[in-house]
Nanobody
């Protein structure tokens, strides 16, 4: 059974940092892309970034470029989202996802975690 489990969310002040983790289990994700998405209340789920499991290439949404960094630890089967210089508009539930195609849309992701809340207070 495939599981993606996010952790690391919480309450942080403007300008602060958080690191989210996504622990993957149940299959090998070699060849997959691992994406991060977020969803604020009343809004659609939006793309944050992705990393290719093989090679580690990344892509980010313009809104987080230069502030967020995605990395992976293949030995631990874990993906990370390092978030710096956080803004109130970064407040959302953050989800990790795994898909066979690296994409900015949710459609191409087969597996999803349960989400972790990030709240940035001003």
């Amino acid at each position: 059974q495939v599981q993606l489990v996010e952790s690391g969310g919480g309450l942080v002040q403007v300008g602060g940092s958080l690191r989210l983790s996504c622990a993957a289990s149940g299959r090998t994700f070699s060849g997959y892309a691992m994406g991060w998405f977020r969803q604020a209340p009343g809004k659609e789920r939006e793309f944050v970034g992705f990393i290719n499991w093989i090679g580690g290439s990344t892509r980010y949404a313009d809104s987080v470029k230069g502030r967020f960094t995605i990395s992976r630890d293949t030995a631990k089967n874990t993906v990370y989202l390092q978030m710096n210089s956080l803004k109130p508009e970064d407040t959302a539930v953050y989800y990790c996802a795994a898909g066979r195609f690296a994409s900015v849309t949710t459609t191409f992701y087969d597996y999803w975690g349960q989400g972790t809340q990030v709240t940035v207070s001003s």
